[in-house]
């Protein structure tokens, strides 16, 4: 429960409003980015450095990625309490990005 109120709160000081998702790919792509800073955070990785390694990993994505995408999941990822670690935060930002328009945000692929 914690969990969904912390990404509620997320979405709505990003100043994402609800309405049709994003697509698949987009969210396919997102997911992994959280799903790879929940592993960094989880080895003890700082958020600038996980920025830094992500930027590296996904630089195929480009500049619209490395600037703002990457920076803001991976601020999603760690301003998770501690509890919600042992959940799937990648599962849980997929169906978020499936269910609401983040289109100010993400690009759509």
């Known amino acids: ?5 912390t990404v509620s709160v997320f979405v709505v000081s990003a100043g994402i409003g609800n309405a049709q998702g994003m ?3 987009t969210c396919d792509t997102t997911a992994g980015i959280v799903a790879d800073a929940q ?3 989880a080895e003890g990785d700082t958020e600038t450095r996980t920025i830094r390694k992500l930027k590296r990993n ?3 994505l480009g500049e619209n990625y490395a600037e703002q995408v ?3 999941l991976t601020n999603f990822v ?10 799937d935060l990648a599962a849980f930002w997929k169906q978020t990005c499936l269910t609401t328009d983040l ?5 759509s692929q």
């Not at 301003?79 to 919600?84: G, K, R």
């Not at 289109?103 to 690009?107: N, R």
């Open 39 to 41: 592993v960094m955070r």
């Open 1 to 5: 429960m914690l969990r969904v109120l």
């Open 78 to 87: 760690f301003m998770q309490p501690e509890a919600a670690m042992e959940q």
């Open 58 to 60: 996904y630089k195929e």
């Open 103 to 107: 289109s100010s945000v993400l690009p």
């Open 23 to 25: 697509g698949e790919e």
């Open 70 to 72: 990457i920076p803001l």
